[in-house]
């Protein structure tokens, strides 16, 4: 054989095993790639289960809140109904109350115009009493002093 069949062999034997190598290597690569994207899928699940739980948690808490809110509401409208009710008693006690306080006072008005009514005769007895007074003070001065 010559040395250029012999150098050829040794570049065929180079490149099959060349070639061999890069296959094995490529296999190695898919493995590795298939291995990473498992691992990837496995985290996404594990990501997809923890995002479900955490939404699953948030619906839970919001119903929570939901059902807190509307006992509130409820809550609210049984003080808002109380306080309607109260307030329509307490008005018709106010009613009641004024109306005493309203013939209360018309019966002082009605003693305060008697009494006013009473005023210009009662001035003029004591007008009357004090000038029969100074009259009498004035006989004994005169019947003191001039007899």
Request: proline share 1%; glycine share 8%; aromatic share 8%.
């Amino acid at each position: 054989r010559s040395g250029f069949d012999r150098l050829r062999d040794e570049m065929r034997g180079f490149r099959d095993g060349l070639h061999d190598e890069m296959h094995a290597g490529f296999d190695e690569l898919c493995k590795a790639d298939n291995a990473l994207r498992d691992e990837m899928h496995a985290g996404f699940d594990e990501l997809r289960k923890a995002d479900n739980a955490l939404r699953d948690e948030m619906h839970a808490g919001f119903d929570e809140l939901r059902k807190a809110d509307n006992a509130l509401r409820d809550q609210i409208g049984d003080v808002r109904k109380e306080m309607q009710t109260q307030n329509l008693a307490l008005r018709d006690e106010m009613h009641v109350g004024f109306g005493e306080l309203r013939k209360d006072m018309q019966a002082l008005n009605g003693a305060l115009r008697v009494e006013i009514a009473k005023v210009p005769f009662e001035t003029f007895k004591w007008l009357l009493t004090a000038a029969g007074l100074a009259a009498a003070i004035a006989t004994a001065i005169y019947n003191i002093w001039f007899r």
